[in-house]
């Protein structure tokens, strides 16, 4: 099993540009989540989907959207890329939305000039 | 004040040193996860907990609900275990069945 994938790794946009970060998760678990990394800063989360067929705002939402394109995947999308949102972007899921234990994919680094 | 508080942020230790990661909360949880982070690398998870204490090798979880507070304990540090250690935790129910996370401790462990 793969757990949770995630692409890409690596990626460099220009203000303005467009971009969707995919994932993906092979142990059938219903809940997926979006988070971002920064420095000196925890974890935040962006997006979540408690169960396929649902997407709910997290607490830093703005700039982005989701898709859960069925239980397996649940993608990122930036529709016009700021510096802000330069970042390191995690994807997790977990079993159940009332699951405690999340498991984490590789993350991707993204870099907005 | 963030819900979520660990200390140190950095602790630099010499191999075979006995290591201690702090976490205090301010919110009822669940459950505590305590997560490792290698640099430039993904997110593992080493223990969930509720109550009490666990123990996986050289380490060792502790949690201590009335005083909302857990510890990392790493045994006979090596400089493999060299990451940042991230605690995070999940409230009760409802809007508040989220992950909530600490900033990290950066732990270098050297040889």
């Known amino acids: 099993n793969a757990g949770v994938t995630q692409t890409p790794k690596f990626q460099v946009l220009k203000t303005g540009q467009s971009m969707t970060l995919q994932c993906a998760q092979d142990m059938n678990h219903n809940s997926m989540y979006w988070y971002r990394q920064d420095p000196g800063m925890g974890l935040r989360l962006i997006y979540y989907s408690a169960s396929e067929g649902t997407t709910d705002k997290g607490e830093v939402p703005n700039g982005y959207n989701v898709s859960r394109l069925n239980k397996r995947e649940f993608s990122l999308r930036l529709e016009s890329a700021a510096p802000s949102q330069t970042s390191v972007y995690f994807c997790?899921?977990?079993?159940?939305?009332?699951?405690?234990?999340?498991?984490f994919g590789p993350g991707t680094r993204l870099t907005v000039t | 004040k963030n819900e979520v508080e660990q200390s140190p942020q950095n602790l630099t230790a010499q191999e075979g040193e006995f290591i201690t990661i702090n976490c205090s909360y301010s919110?009822?949880?669940?459950?505590l996860h305590w997560l490792q982070q290698h640099p430039g690398g993904g997110i593992v998870s080493l223990f969930m907990l509720s109550s009490g204490k666990k123990k996986h090798g050289r380490l060792i979880a502790t949690i201590n609900i009335q005083e909302k507070h857990s510890s990392l304990h790493i045994t006979a540090s090596h400089p493999r275990d060299s990451a940042v250690y991230i605690c995070a935790v999940k409230g009760r129910g409802g809007a508040t069945n989220k992950l909530i996370f600490g900033t990290g401790t950066l732990l270098a462990v050297q040889p």
């Open positions: 919110v009822g949880i669940s459950a």
């Open positions: 997790a899921s977990s079993e159940l939305w009332t699951s405690a234990e999340q498991y």
